[in-house]
C-alpha cells in the first residue's frame, strides 16, 4: 500500500531525512516514535506533499511521485493532488475550518473535489460525525468545541475524502490528558475496522497496543523497525533504549 | 480681480481651514514660505500707519505662486520678487518713507488673514467691487483690468461672451471671469486651480476657450502660438489696496501716494514694464468712488436653505465619486494581491512595482498624469472618469495591502489542511483562505473608504466641483467661512458616521459564532 525509496530531504542546508526506505502493507496500523527534531513529522509530511522531497520515490496505492527541486509540470502536480487523495491527514493543531460549522468542515472537500451532491455529501458527513461520536454538534461551529472533540471533527473531515491510507501527525500532543482517550479511542477503531495507518505519537501505551509495527526514528533514519513487544520489550539499538527509558518514565 | 496663483492646495486646505473654524482657532491660515523676500508670518500683529513708521516696514499680502505677472518670482534669480505689482509696492512705501516687505498668503485667503493682521495692506489684484468693500476699506484704483476671451489659433466665431453660451469654458477658480460666467449661465463652466492648467485643456481640446483677467492673459496666452486672443477685452473694472476698516489714516496716505504716483507717470512706467499698460489706464483719472454701506455680514447658517442644497448637490458627487472609485479600488486590489501572491513570478513584480510606485508619489501628481498628461498622448478622459480612475488606482494599491495583510494573518495551517483534503491550490485559496481573511479585511477597507471619501476633495484640481470645492467657493464669495464649514462637516460627518456604523455592524455579523 505503501512505499518509500530514499527520501531525503533538507531545510535549507540542514539535512532532516538522510535516506528512508519504508514498506507497509494494506490494513497494517504502523507507530513512528523518536525524539523531536529526529525527522518523523517531516517524513509523514512528505508522504502527501505538504513537503517535497529532494529525492526519493513514494508510492502510495499505485501513485508515484519522484522527489526533486523543480517547477512542477501540470501532470505531476495532478499525480500530487492524486498522492494526497488517497492520504488522509490529521494534524497536532486540528486545522479545522473556523468559518465552517462541523458539518461544512466536513462536506466541503467532497463536494469542492469529488463533485459530490449536497445530500449525499451531508449523509456522508453525519454518518462520520456517529462513527466520531459528535452526530449532535454538526452545526456546532470549531470554535465552540473543545480540543478532543475538534481533533475527532478533522478525523471525520479527513475520512470523507475516502482516503486509502490515514496520516497521523502526533494528533494527541496538542490536547490536555483528559482529552486525549476520546481521539485515541477513535483511532483505535480505525485500526480495527482494517485502516492502513502511519501514526506519529508520543503515546507509547497507544503504540504498545494498537500497532502492527513500530518505527524508532531518529537523526533522519529509520533506526530500528520491529514489533511493539520486540521494540519495547527488547530493543536493540542503544539510543532506543535510550530513548524509551526517557519516554517511558515522563 | 485675478486669481493668477496655483491653488493645488486650497481644496485639502480647506477642509482643514474647516476644521480649524470649527475649533474656534484662527481663521486663514498664511501659506508662508515662499521667496526670501517675503515674510514669514509675522509675529507682531501688523496694524496702522503709526505701527508701519515705528516698524519701518509696510506689510502687504499677495501670493507670489503662479502670480506673473502681478509679482512673481524672477525666472533669472528666482530668490527675488518681481512683478508691476512688486514694484508698485516698493514705490508706494517709498513714498511713506518706509520700506515694503511681501507677505505671502494664498490669495484666496488674503481678506481673512489682512483681518486678522498678518499684514497692513493688501495689494494683488484685488477688486474694486461692493463686495469686497462690505468688509473692508479700500483705495483709489490702482489698474484697470479687463476680461478676455483666449481661445485656440484655429477657433473662429467666439469673439464675445454671448458666444460663449453652450460652450465648455475655463476659468481661474475665484476669479471674477468665474462669477461673470456663473450669472451668465448657459455654459459648461469648468473652474482650474492655476493658469497653466486651463490652457493645457484648452490646447488639448477639452474646453473651447478660457475667460480671464486681461494682464494674465498677456503673460501667458500671448506668447503661444496656439492660443489667441479672441475679440476685444470686456467687463472692466479697478484693482485697488485693501486695508482694514480702522486704518484710516492709512487709507488716506495711500490713495495720496497712487495719485501722485500716477501724476508723475510712475504708474506707466512700471505697468509698461511689464506690457500690462493700455489706454484703458486713463480712466484711473476718471474714477469717482460711490459710497458703499456696509451691509451686515451674511450668516449662511442663518439663511442655511439657500446654502445647505448647494453643498448637498456637491455631496452628491463627492457620494457618487468616492462609491465608484472605491468599487474600483476593491476589485483591483484583489487582482493585484491574486498576483502578487499566487502569481506567476513576473506578474508578482509587476504588481509589486505597481503597489510601490503608487504608494509613494502623491495622489495628487497621479491625478494630473491620468487628466493632463494622458491628455497630451491623445487620451482625453472626461474629468468624472479621470477623478473615478485616479482615485480608485490609488486606493487600489492600499486594498493589496490590506488584502495580503489579511491573507498572511491566516494560518498556514489552513492551507496545509485544504491541500490535503485535495483541494487545488485555487481551491484552497477561494474556499479556505479568501473567506476568512474578508474578516480581518473589513475595517481597514472601511477605514479607507471613508479616508477616500474625504481625499476626493482633492479632484477639485482636475476641475471636478464636488463637495469641498462648494465650500471653497461659497465661502470666498459670502465671507462665512464658520457657518458653511460646520454645514459641509456636518454633511462629511453625517456621510462617513454612518458608513463606520455599518462597517462595525458587519464586522461583528460576520464574527458571529466563528473562531
Known amino acids: ?250 | 480681480m485675478s486669481d493668477p496663483r496655483g491653488r493645488l492646495r486650497s481644496s485639502t486646505h480647506s477642509l482643514w481651514l474647516t476644521l480649524v473654524a470649527v475649533s474656534g482657532l484662527l481663521l486663514g491660515k498664511t501659506v508662508s514660505g515662499g521667496p526670501q523676500t517675503a515674510a514669514m508670518d509675522s509675529g507682531a500683529p501688523a496694524g496702522g500707519l503709526d505701527e508701519i513708521h515705528r516698524r519701518g516696514e509696510l506689510l502687504w499680502g499677495a501670493d507670489a505662486e503662479g502670480g506673473a505677472p502681478y509679482v512673481y518670482p524672477d525666472p533669472q534669480k528666482p530668490e527675488q520678487l518681481i512683478g508691476f505689482e512688486f514694484e508698485l509696492a516698493e514705490a508706494l512705501a517709498a513714498r511713506l518713507g518706509v520700506k515694503a516687505r511681501m507677505v505671502q498668503n494664498q490669495w484666496d485667503q488674503l481678506i481673512p488673514a489682512l483681518e486678522r493682521h498678518n499684514f497692513d495692506a493688501i495689494l494683488n489684484g484685488l477688486e474694486l467691487t461692493a463686495e469686497n468693500q462690505q468688509r473692508i476699506a479700500m483705495s483709489e484704483p490702482y489698474f484697470v483690468y479687463a476680461q478676455q476671451i483666449v481661445t485656440r489659433t484655429s477657433t473662429e466665431a467666439i469673439t464675445r461672451l454671448e458666444h460663449l453660451k453652450g460652450k465648455a469654458v475655463g476659468v481661474l477658480s475665484s476669479s471674477v471671469a468665474q462669477r461673470l460666467l456663473e450669472k451668465t449661465g448657459g455654459l459648461d463652466l469648468r473652474i482650474y486651480p492655476g493658469n497653466v492648467e486651463s490652457f493645457l485643456d484648452l490646447k488639448a481640446g477639452r474646453i473651447e476657450a478660457v475667460l480671464l483677467d486681461l494682464p494674465i492673459a498677456l503673460h501667458y496666452a500671448r506668447p503661444d502660438p496656439a492660443l489667441k486672443f479672441s475679440g476685444e477685452p470686456f467687463a472692466f473694472g479697478y484693482y485697488a489696496i485693501g486695508v482694514r476698516r480702522e486704518d484710516a489714516v492709512l487709507l488716506a496716505a495711500l490713495n495720496r501716494a497712487i495719485k501722485d504716483l500716477a501724476a508723475e507717470g510712475a504708474l506707466e512706467r512700471i505697468y509698461r514694464k511689464y506690457g500690462v499698460w493700455d489706454e484703458r489706464q486713463q480712466r484711473l483719472k476718471d474714477y469717482r468712488p460711490e459710497t458703499v454701506k456696509e451691509s451686515r455680514r451674511i450668516s449662511t447658517l442663518r439663511e442655511w436653505p439657500r446654502y445647505l442644497p448647494l453643498l448637498l448637490r456637491g455631496a452628491v458627487t463627492t457620494v457618487e465619486l468616492s462609491v465608484l472609485a472605491m468599487a474600483l479600488a476593491v476589485v483591483a486590489g484583489l487582482v493585484l494581491v491574486l498576483m502578487r501572491l499566487y502569481g506567476l513570478t513576473p506578474l508578482r513584480w509587476l504588481a509589486q512595482a505597481y503597489v510601490e510606485v503608487i504608494r509613494g508619489t502623491p495622489l495628487l501628481i497621479q491625478l494630473f498624469l491620468i487628466y493632463y498628461g494622458l491628455s497630451q498622448t491623445g487620451v482625453r478622459l472626461p474629468a468624472f472618469f479621470a477623478a473615478i480612475l485616479g482615485l480608485g488606482l490609488n486606493y487600489a494599491a492600499s486594498e493589496a495591502e490590506n488584502y495580503r495583510a489579511g491573507i498572511q494573518s491566516i494560518p498556514r495551517g489552513q492551507t496545509e489542511a485544504a491541500l490535503a483534503l485535495g483541494m487545488s491550490r485555487w481551491q484552497a485559496v477561494r474556499r479556505i483562505v479568501l473567506p476568512q481573511a474578508l474578516r480581518v479585511v473589513i475595517p481597514p477597507v472601511t477605514n479607507d473608504f471613508i479616508a477616500l471619501f474625504k481625499d476626493s476633495s482633492i479632484v477639485s484640481v482636475i476641475t471636478m466641483v464636488e463637495l469641498t470645492k462648494v465650500y471653497g467657493m461659497l465661502a470666498t464669495s459670502t465671507y462665512d467661512y464658520i457657518g458653511l464649514g460646520v454645514m459641509t462637516a456636518g454633511i462629511y460627518f453625517g456621510l462617513s458616521y454612518p458608513a463606520s456604523v455599518f462597517a462595525h455592524w458587519l464586522e461583528k455579523r460576520l464574527c458571529h459564532d466563528h473562531g
Not at chain 1, 497494517?28 to 505538504?50: D, H
Open chain 1, 1 to 250: 500500500m505503501i512505499t518509500v525509496e530514499n527520501l531525503v530531504k533538507a531545510f535549507q542546508s540542514t539535512p532532516v531525512l538522510k535516506g528512508i526506505d519504508h514498506s507497509q502493507q494494506r490494513g497494517e496500523a504502523v507507530v513512528l516514535i523518536g525524539p523531536s527534531g529526529c525527522g518523523k513529522s517531516t517524513f509523514l509530511r512528505c508522504l502527501n506533499q505538504l513537503e517535497l522531497p529532494d529525492s526519493g520515490r513514494i508510492t502510495i496505492d499505485g501513485v508515484s511521485i519522484e522527489g526533486g527541486r523543480r517547477r512542477r509540470t501540470a501532470e505531476e502536480r495532478e499525480q500530487q493532488r492524486q498522492l494526497r487523495l488517497r492520504a488522509g491527514m490529521v494534524f497536532q493543531s486540528f486545522n479545522l475550518f473556523p468559518h465552517l460549522s462541523v458539518i461544512e468542515n466536513i462536506t466541503t472537500a467532497p463536494m469542492v473535489v469529488k463533485g459530490m451532491a449536497a445530500g449525499d455529501a451531508e449523509r456522508l458527513a453525519r454518518r462520520l460525525l456517529v462513527k466520531v461520536g459528535l452526530e449532535t454538534k454538526a452545526d456546532a461551529y470549531p470554535s465552540q468545541l473543545s480540543g478532543g472533540q475538534q481533533q475527532r471533527v478533522a478525523i471525520a473531515r479527513a475520512l470523507a475524502m475516502e482516503p486509502k491510507v490515514m496520516l497521523f501527525d502526533e494528533p494527541t500532543s496538542a490536547l490536555d490528558p483528559e482529552l486525549r482517550d476520546e481521539v485515541l479511542r477513535v483511532m483505535r477503531q480505525l485500526v480495527e475496522e482494517g485502516m492502513t495507518m502511519l501514526v506519529v505519537t508520543h503515546e507509547m501505551q497507544f503504540a504498545r497496543d494498537v500497532a502492527d509495527r513500530v518505527l524508532f526514528v531518529d537523526g533522519g533514519r529509520i533506526a530500528e523497525s520491529g514489533s511493539p513487544e520486540q521494540i519495547f520489550s527488547n530493543p536493540q539499538q542503544a539510543r532506543t533504549r535510550e530513548f524509551l527509558s526517557r519516554a517511558l518514565t515522563r
